[in-house]
Every structure is written in C-alpha cells, then in structure tokens.
C-alpha cells in the first residue's frame, strides 16, 4: 500500500509508464508532468473508498495499481482498477501478479463489493493475459475509445470478474 509519503516515487515512476507506452493510458504524460508533488500525494494517500498499491523490486518502485470502490448507493457493490503498469526493467518477475493479488484482496475485504472493472486498450495484450489470469472476462469492446492526437484510434476492451465467481 503506497500513502502520501511515496508521492515522489509515485510521480517518478508515472511519468516513465506514460512516455514510455502512452497507448496504455488516458492520462499523457503532458498532464501528468504539470500536476504539483502535493496533488499526486493527494491522490495516493489511503482512503476508505481508494488506494494505491506498489510493487518493489528491492527498495526501488517498480509497479502501480490503484484500485477504488464506487461511492453511489445504486454502484457500491463495484470496484475499479486503474493505472495498472509495471517498469519494463521488471517485467516477468510477478510485480503484476502482485499488485493484482493486493487489489483483489482488498476489493474482497470492502464489505458488499461483488465485482472488480477495469478496462485496457487493444495494444495491451500482456496486461489483458495478466487480468485474465486473475480471472477477469471481457464483456465488451468499444471501438473509437481512445485517440491518441496523432490520428490513431484504439478500441478499449472492458473487463469485469465477479468475485463471488472467482478464484483467490
């Protein structure tokens, strides 16, 4: 679990993600980039209904997960993953594993959550495999989703895991 303390950390390893794969993400790298040290801290720390989770490789940030349960009444049995990435330097040594593992353990611990969305764009086939792997299932493609100012258009796959109906 990463809190306002790693704001920095956070930042550093954010800003990488977004250069280094924009096709992965909403956010670019250019919004993230004029954000103040104390709104990224903001948004990390711990709250009852958020958290941000972080792999390390040895004493060095290496993956990010945030997770966040819905707020409104008619949505609060559903949680959602976002700003999943992992540095390239650390892949295929479980940090995604990891993080999924987290997430999804406190997803369960949220009293009334019965399931877990997130959405990945069409280029990210290895984090769909990750997702998958955890038990995640496509129920929808939406075309024309993303378009990344340069003229390309990317669809983005939605994925929900029921969690009543999954493994651990």
Same mark, same amino acid.
Do not use: M, N, Y
């Given at each position: 679990m990463l809190t306002a303390e790693d704001a920095a950390a956070y930042r550093e390893v954010r800003l990488a993600a977004l250069h280094h794969d924009p096709d992965a993400f909403i956010t670019t790298a !250019? =919004? +993230?980039e004029v954000r103040t040290a104390e709104s990224v801290a903001t948004q990390?720390? /711990?709250r %009852?209904? +958020?958290i941000a989770f972080g792999a390390f490789v040895g004493n060095e940030l290496m993956g990010l997960l @945030?997770?966040?349960? =819905? &707020? *409104? /009444?008619? #949505?609060?049995?559903?949680a959602n993953i976002f700003g999943v990435s992992v540095s390239p330097q !650390? *892949? @295929? %040594?479980?940090?995604?594993?990891? #993080?999924m593992r987290a997430a999804l353990a406190h997803a369960r611990g949220w009293d009334g959550v019965t399931s877990?969305? #997130?959405?990945? $764009? =069409? $280029? %990210?086939? !290895? !984090?769909?495999? #990750?997702y &998958? *792997?955890?038990? +995640?299932r496509v129920w929808g493609t939406q075309p024309d989703a993303v378009r990344n100012g340069a003229g390309r258009i990317l669809a983005e796959h939605h994925l929900c895991l029921l969690l009543d109906q999954s493994m651990s």
């Open positions: !250019a =919004e +993230f990390i720390a /711990p %009852q209904t +958020f @945030s997770l966040g349960r =819905e &707020e *409104r /009444p008619r #949505l609060k049995h559903r !650390a *892949r @295929s %040594q479980g940090c995604g594993d990891a #993080l877990v969305h #997130l959405s990945v $764009t =069409e $280029t %990210q086939t !290895a !984090a769909r495999r #990750l &998958e *792997r955890h038990g +995640f």
